[in-house]
């Protein structure tokens, strides 16, 4: 499995934007051979899916209740999967998770917490 580490979280305000990073490391592991996800989990509620890109990046596909907003990018030069999150609005707010797919297999990051202010 691959091990995922994201950064990018804090405190932001309404209409603000926000840039999450999600390295993968693994020994022997190639990152370039995962298609990789982004998910988030506010309080009380389930963990929600909110878009994907494939091994090569060229294709992505977002949830209705980000698309036009969040951006979905990856470099597999650097083994790091983005989420450009613009226009942020307080439902925003939750732990936001990266998640990587090979087959059957599933790694998730530790998540990091994003809280948007009215």
């Known amino acids: 499995q691959l091990q995922l580490v994201e950064s990018g979280g804090g405190l932001v305000q309404a209409g603000d934007s926000l840039r999450f990073s999600c390295v993968a490391s693994?020994?022997?592991?190639?990152?370039?051979?995962?298609?990789m996800g982004w998910f988030r989990q506010a309080p009380g509620k389930a963990r929600e899916f909110l878009g994907a890109?494939?091994?090569?990046?060229?294709?992505?596909y977002y949830a209705d209740s980000v698309k036009g907003r969040f951006i979905i990018s990856r470099d597999n030069a650097k083994n790091t999967v983005y989420l450009q999150m613009n226009s942020l609005k307080p439902a925003d707010t939750a732990v936001y998770y990266c998640?990587?797919?090979?087959?059957?297999?599933?790694?998730w990051g530790q998540g990091t917490q994003v809280t948007v202010s009215s």
């Open positions: 998640n990587a797919i090979r087959g059957p297999t599933t790694s």
């Open positions: 693994g020994s022997g592991r190639t990152f370039s051979n995962y298609a």
């Open positions: 890109t494939i091994k090569s990046g060229s294709s992505t």
